[in-house]
């Protein structure tokens, strides 16, 4: 049910409260990964190099009169990308506008949980694109007893060693593409487990007073962004009872090269590809942005708060990436 007629009106004693439920903005970590490139139109293809072309020794010695020794370097089939339109509205009719009490910023209220929408469903699309086995260059997986060939032992399990798994999986990227990789993804329980760790508080017990944070556990690693994965989202259609859990594999992590800024020859693991579509018209050159749109709805006697965004979340580089599939022990269950 939609909070209507008489529900908007409240007891004036509770006038200066009321109680909401979100996720936090820096819960969600699909947009701040990747580079954001922008595009001209809506669909189209992006180059690959072929990697090998750019680590064989090929000169030679030059001998007087003679030709030197040439090559070059060729491309992959294309990348292909479409910038499918992703949207939201939320409708306010004229008899709540008209009956509602102060408390109540209806066009806000609309406007933040229609921005909550596309967060979510961005962040849903992230992780079913990203954040799994199967995807990236080597997929390592978590054990509780003594690890074999491509395990480590989970990080809340005693006799782990989380930074020497780490070391050696950005070790996997560097062998395979020359590239460090510089940002670990991890869900908030991992982070958890990682900041209370003996490996990482012997680092700093010495030195450091108070709380580990990101930034010292960003250093400890060795990598320039460590982002943690905090949102949440409920998997249960509307009118039925709440049942909320992390977007992203609460059991997970993710070691990937992130490219600072789009590139064509530097490689990233992925890339959020957005579209500003023209306005159709409008002035020339003019772009409708991704944004939130209000307007009427003269027949229907209201008005319409409408999120839209016109994005494709790809894959470029998978042999730049590791997956840690249960980095701690997936038996370890928390109800709600």
């Known amino acids: 049910m939609q909070p209507t007629g008489r529900d908007l009106y409240i007891e ?7 109680i909401g439920y979100m996720n936090a903005i820096t819960s969600y970590i699909a947009d701040r990964v990747f580079p954001v490139v922008p595009v001209d139109i809506q669909a189209g293809k992006y180059a690959k190099y072929r990697k090998s072309d750019w680590f064989r020794d090929e000169a030679q010695i030059r001998a007087p009169l003679t030709e030197s020794v040439g090559g070059g370097f060729e491309l992959e089939t294309p990348g292909t990308y479409f910038c499918d339109e992703w949207s939201y509205h939320k409708d306010i009719a004229d008899e709540d506008m008209a009956n509602k009490d102060e408390i109540f910023e209806l066009e806000d209220d609309a406007t933040e949980f229609v921005v909550d ?15 799994k086995t199967g995807v990236w ?7 509780t007893d003594t690890p074999g060939t491509d395990e480590f032992k989970c990080w809340d399990v005693s006799g782990s060693t989380p930074i020497e798994d780490i070391a ?9 593409t020359g590239i460090n990789p510089n940002t670990l993804v991890v869900s908030e329980r991992v982070h958890k487990a990682l900041k209370n760790h003996s490996d990482i508080l012997d680092r700093y017990k010495y030195t450091q ?8 556990i960003a250093k400890v690693l060795e990598i320039d962004r460590y982002m943690i994965a905090e949102a949440v989202y409920d998997s249960v259609q509307e009118g039925g009872t709440p049942s909320l859990s992390y977007i992203l594999d609460q059991y997970g992590a993710m070691l990937v090269y992130s490219a600072p800024r789009p590139s064509r020859r530097r490689p990233s693991g992925g890339y959020t590809l957005r579209w500003n579509r023209p306005v159709i018209g409008g002035r020339e050159g003019e772009r409708l942005e991704s944004t939130v749109r209000r307007f009427r709805l003269d027949r229907e006697g209201g008005i319409r708060i409408e999120g839209s965004i016109y994005e494709d979340v790809k894959l470029v580089a998978a042999d730049v990436g590791v997956f840690f599939k249960d980095a701690i022990a997936a038996g370890r269950t928390i109800e709600s």
Request: aromatic share 6%.
């Open 12 to 18: 004036r004693l509770l006038s200066q409260v009321s």
């Open 117 to 131: 929408k596309l967060r979510m469903r961005r962040e849903r699309l992230w992780s079913s694109t990203y954040f």
């Open 137 to 143: 260059g080597k997929d390592l997986s978590g054990q």
């Open 168 to 176: 050696d999986a950005a070790t996997i990227v560097k062998m395979k």
């Open 209 to 216: 007073a108070g709380i580990i944070t990101s930034e010292l």
